[in-house]
């Protein structure tokens, strides 16, 4: 086995989605996905655009979404760039900014993209242990390191780390780039975006997988100082000019444009979080504070793998991380009000039958 495989690509452990059932119908609470549909000003983007015009090649600077977002967030062209989702511009941002030898810094507990794009691309990692409840020590991230990569809210603890705290760490760190990955920031979070202009060191990564329902599109962004966009552009170009096709640049470019349809989805899910997390703790769960489209929680009582199998055996879905320090945690995806529902109705079976 792997014997064609190139030294570098030997010694890799890949990164492991969650799963997608193709045989069964689950309620699916295990990848963030959103419960609701995308913008229709999104689908209908994406079906005019499916005609003949497939056959040439995308703008290879995606100038429609470009546009879209700057317009939206009130930036700059050059501040911002696309990507065939966030995992893709990370990919790039890693290669951009971080030197093979190198060493940078992030939680032990976060997205587990990051070792995994680290030994890819030959970066050495410090991690720095989370406190006991799971914040960010702050202390250790303040220089010493030649990157630093913090996703904000965390996952998959969905904590948010306050905006003094990134600040202090920007101003600690104004030789290297520090990456603030904020996947999740539109359920209640506070962007760090207004921080670009100050700190010429800032990479804020954005998707549109969870808050905009298109987790399917594959459409990421990153908003920086314009030199660490050309970085990005640099990085891209010498990989691939089109990684943005026609359908993704219509789509996501409609969906940024539609922000009452934006405002109404997100507040259906914070509101349907906040009332699941008062659920799960009347029924003894320990919910750490979230400000993302998902909860984490433990149960003292009830060993979280027994959990995890006793919801898959009635059709509900969540994610178990066999991982030091979180296999008693469950990171639960906020789906409708009706999936909450049963999700809230199995979780009381299992704790009054042990499985
Ligand atoms: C989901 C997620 C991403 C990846 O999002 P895509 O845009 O779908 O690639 C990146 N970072 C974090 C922390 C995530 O949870």
Not at 53 to 79: H, Q, V
Not at 88 to 95: D, P, R, S, T
Not at 186 to 192: E, K, P, V
Not at 212 to 224: D, P, T
């Amino acid at each position: 086995m792997k014997r064609y495989w190139s030294s570098r690509i030997r010694a890799l452990t890949p990164y492991t989605p969650g799963e997608q059932p193709k045989n069964r119908q689950f309620i699916k609470l295990n990848t963030n996905e959103n419960p609701y549909p995308p913008s229709p000003l999104a689908l209908q983007a994406i079906s005019q655009r499916a005609d003949d015009s497939l056959r040439l090649y995308p703008d290879p600077e995606a100038g429609e979404l470009i546009s879209a977002l700057s317009e939206n967030y009130g930036l700059d062209p050059k501040e911002v760039f696309v990507g065939n989702g966030s995992d893709e511009v990370l990919a790039f941002a890693f290669q951009a900014f971080f030197s093979p030898g190198s060493t940078i810094v992030y939680p032990d507990v976060t997205y587990s993209f990051y070792p995994v794009y680290a030994d890819l691309f030959a970066i050495n990692s410090r991690r720095i242990p989370l406190q006991p409840d799971f914040t960010v020590p702050v202390q250790a991230f303040l220089g010493g390191n030649d990157g630093v990569v913090l996703a904000n809210p965390n996952a998959p603890t969905g904590i948010e780390l306050p905006q003094e705290s990134i600040r202090r760490i920007l101003e600690a760190n104004r030789d290297v780039v520090v990456i603030v990955d904020e996947a999740y920031v539109d359920f209640g979070g506070q962007s760090a975006l207004p921080l670009i202009r100050e700190y010429p060191n800032l990479l804020v990564v954005q998707t549109t997988s969870k808050s905009r329902a298109l987790a399917g599109l594959r459409v990421g962004f990153a908003f920086g100082h314009p030199d660490l966009i050309a970085g990005l552009n640099c990085v891209k170009n010498s990989f691939n000019s089109y990684t943005m096709d026609r359908l993704a640049i219509a789509g996501a470019a409609a969906s940024v444009r539609d922000q009452a349809y934006f405002d109404r989805q997100r507040e259906k899910v914070m509101a349907t979080r906040d009332r699941t997390a008062e659920e799960l703790s009347r029924l003894g769960f320990q919910v750490l504070p979230s400000k993302s489209n998902f909860l984490f929680a433990c149960h003292p009582r009830l060993d979280a793998r027994t959990i995890f199998q006793g919801l898959r055996t009635r059709g509900i879905l969540v994610r178990y991380f066999d991982q030091p320090r979180i296999d008693q945690y469950l990171r639960i995806t906020i789906g409708t009000d009706q999936d909450m529902q049963a999700l809230t109705a199995a979780m009381d079976e299992i704790l009054h039958t042990g499985a």
